[in-house]
């Protein structure tokens, strides 16, 4: 089925470990955004990428890396895990600007 | 810089009750405006949507009318089923360079049988 396909839904991390969450998607979209989610924090933008080879910082962005190789991938990288990274992520893709975003069903992070 | 604001929840009512979810922005020029809906241990969907002024946009018996005038987006239901009941984002697409969305901090919705 189309749509935005990540991988795992669930991780353990120790703290200090590095890890890469994946992201595709299917749909030939232009946009793609991560997404971190946290009880009574709603959604923060993390990193976004207007194209291939396009990224830039949202407006929590240390300690994560991107890249944009590819139309359809965006991982996103944990460079030394930390315990305040546990959370949930979402990676979304839109087809343009006035789009509504397509989510992935998330990853469930714990770093311990 | 741009932002939404959204009335706290939990909100919690009784089958077949009407919904009112309030909405507000602060952004420069004509945003996009998003409803999003997220069920437990799921990522989030695209509930509704309006790209313009007086624009209404619906879904599932779900509305929202772009109100430019009071940079309001409510989200409304005549009769709300517990099947409704979820976590309600309002979002907006910011038409600044940066291109972002926006959420806001979301409004958990209990629907009683």
């Known amino acids: 089925n189309a749509g935005v396909t990540q991988t795992p839904k669930f991780q353990v991390l120790k703290t200090g470990q590095s890890m890469t969450l994946q992201c595709a998607q299917d749909?030939?979209?232009?946009?793609m955004s991560w997404y971190r989610q946290d009880p009574g924090m709603g959604l923060r933008l993390i990193h976004y990428s207007v194209g291939a080879g396009i990224t830039d910082q949202g407006e929590v962005p240390n300690g994560y890396n991107v890249s944009r190789s590819t139309t359809e991938d965006f991982p996103l990288r944990l460079l030394s895990a930390a315990p305040s990274q546990t959370s949930v992520y979402f990676c979304a893709s839109s087809l343009y600007r006035g789009s509504g975003y397509t989510f992935g069903s998330g990853t469930r992070l714990t770093v311990v | 810089g741009d932002s939404v604001t959204q009335m706290e929840g939990p909100v919690t009512l009784s089958e077949e009750a009407f919904l009112t979810i309030n909405c507000t922005y602060t952004a420069t020029g004509y945003p996009s405006l998003f409803w999003y809906v997220q069920y437990p241990g799921e990522g989030l969907q695209l509930l509704l949507k309006a790209t313009k002024a007086d624009d209404k946009g619906s879904n599932k018996g779900f509305e929202a009318t772009y109100r430019k005038e009071t940079t309001s987006f409510h989200l409304e239901k005549g009769s709300v089923q517990v099947s409704d009941s979820a976590v309600y984002f309002c979002?907006?697409?910011?038409?600044?360079?940066?291109?972002?969305?926006?959420f806001g901090k979301g409004t958990r919705l209990h629907i009683l049988p």
């Open positions: 979002a907006l697409r910011s038409m600044n360079r940066d291109d972002k969305i926006i």
């Open positions: 749909m030939n979209h232009e946009y």
